[in-house]
């Protein structure tokens, strides 16, 4: 007991590290919209004049901010104008959005920009990178306007040493008045994150040096008869020397004290004595991380899995008490000085961050519930890859503590625990999805919906009450879903449910949408069903039987076979007007895709 009275006095009198991050107030994140073509309308001389001053602006901004420093006046008044000319429009049109092509911009089909294919034409560059559409929002400040330019600018030249594109860094930003959307479809195959490959490489024991080197005699340097030049350093010994000292100036003390102790706990047989030294060892660790030193950290960790598996068969007594240090090092306690940590790490360094997810990874699988919540805090998108896929291979090993942030009452972390969730491959995740289908909150059905598209598990049968989704968005996402293939199941749904249908003015587009859909996934068993509906004239009166003629002759020109385009042929010589409008607005519906 002596022994360990004196390392609490000594470790007592190393002095503690207070936490001092800066978090980030981030708003709501930004929503991936399906695109789709905005319904036209009649745009005036002076609103579209509005708009070409904003692109005039925005494209001013873009270049100055690249000649110039970020605080240098030209740019920062380069900003100010292109913000001043989008409240000017924000007054008096609303939202302004923007849709992206090859090499131009348009504005309700009407060409604000248009440029050479290269990375200085930001409607290549937009469209390089899977843009769509953009929207700028009323209410968006010049901090967001500025980011956004520095995202455009980082991105001008895609190097084969840089990460991401736009899309992800504007995923990553958080923007909360600006809107965009991509043409990667929710079904489309992902670039799947294989936790598996993160396993934790067991390192060597490194237990004390027993080998003594043998040395030979040294004469004395006091002795008047030996020559001066035995001990006259060469340049060669003067730089070793150096070397040597500068070693022991910043010699690791943390690593040398985590030896002592674990000597010490090995030492111990009372209970008393062994959880003292084991809380020597968590307050040690606690300080470590703080420091950054990751790679001390791993090693004592791993020593400290070493002696669990020894004592196994040797001292069954310890194990509880094991057990519970790694409980305890998994805990905020202990990881929230990952925080002073982040300050010091060079975001860049990628030695740094890679010993950093080898030590949480050594951790139990019950630090998701602390590491989690630190995703909403982390100060950069290196640090918060990395925190999501260790979290991501702690769940392969135990998905409880990962399904019960479901429950979190932060829905931007409950959406990062279903992004997380939709890359793992053990079936019972399906069921907590499913649930979260249901969620009040339309990010998180949002977020779901992508995440069970993702896994390709869950039956279209259990997702198809999502085509009455409250959300626009959702509902046009799960029919591009459903569409992207041929489908007998999907097919036979989606005549049920169209078979039921009584519609009015508001769902007319929603109920076009899904016409076409069944169009996209259906196949010659649809044809009687659509013929119906686009040529027998007593089946439904009034407005729904424009409507539902229309989406027929949608669904037959999106099928795309014979029999299709013979009943399309009969109704565009119809001698029933109505039958004639409703395969002409198809028709032209079909064209404007």
Known sequence: MIAIDLLRLALNAEPKNQACLKKNHSGNKVRIYMTEKSITRQVGDDELQQVKDVAIKFFLAIKNYSLYPEHHAISKGSIADFKTHLDRFFKNYGNLRIDVERERLLYRGDVIHQGPPDPENSAFLF???????????????????????????????????????I????????????????????????????????????????????????????????????????WKLTAEEIKETLNFVHEEEHRNFDADLFDVLLVFMKMQEEKEDFAVVLDFIRESLQNTIAKGDFQSASKLLNSMREIYRSYKTER????????????????????????????????????????????????????????????????????????????????????????????????????????????????????????????????????TLKALVRRKSAGIRELFPLIEDSSDNIRRCFLEYLGHKRSEEAENLLVDYLGKQRVNRKVFPQLLDTYRTLGRCGSRRSIPFLKDRLLNKAWIPGLGKSMHQQGAALALLELENKEAREILNLASKSRFPGVRNAYQSALELKNEQ
């Open 127 to 165: 469209y390089r990178d899977g843009i769509q559409w953009l929207e700028f929002q009323e209410g968006l400040g010049r901090k967001e306007i500025l980011d956004f330019i520095k995202i455009i600018d980082r991105y001008k030249a895609q190097k084969e040493e840089a990460e991401g594109d």
């Open 167 to 230: 899309v992800t860094a504007l995923w990553e930003a958080e923007f909360s008045s600006l809107n965009y959307g991509t043409n990667e479809l929710l079904w489309e195959e992902d670039v799947l994150i294989d936790f598996s490959r993160l396993k934790v490489m067991e390192e060597e024991h490194l237990g004390l040096d027993k080998h003594i080197e043998n040395q030979a005699d040294v004469p004395s340097i006091a002795d008047p008869g030996l020559d001066k030049s035995v």
């Open 316 to 447: 069954f007594w310890a194990l509880p008490l094991l057990e519970d240090f790694f409980v305890m090092i998994s805990s905020p306690q202990v990881l929230s000085t990952l925080s002073e940590a982040w300050l010091k790490i060079e975001e860049k360094d990628p030695d740094i961050i890679k010993e950093m997810r080898q030590m949480l990874l050594l951790l139990s699988p019950q630090a998701i519930l602390t590491l989690g919540p630190m995703l909403l805090e982390v100060p950069s998108s290196t640090i918060h890859k990395s925190l999501m896929e260790v979290i991501g291979s702690l769940a392969t090993r135990d998905l409880r503590p990962l399904i019960r942030l479901l429950d979190h009452p932060k829905k931007n972390l409950v959406q990062k625990a279903i992004y997380i969730l939709g890359f793992m491959k053990d079936e019972s995740v399906d069921r907590s999805l499913l649930k979260m289908v249901h969620d009040p909150s339309e990010q998180i059905r949002e977020e």
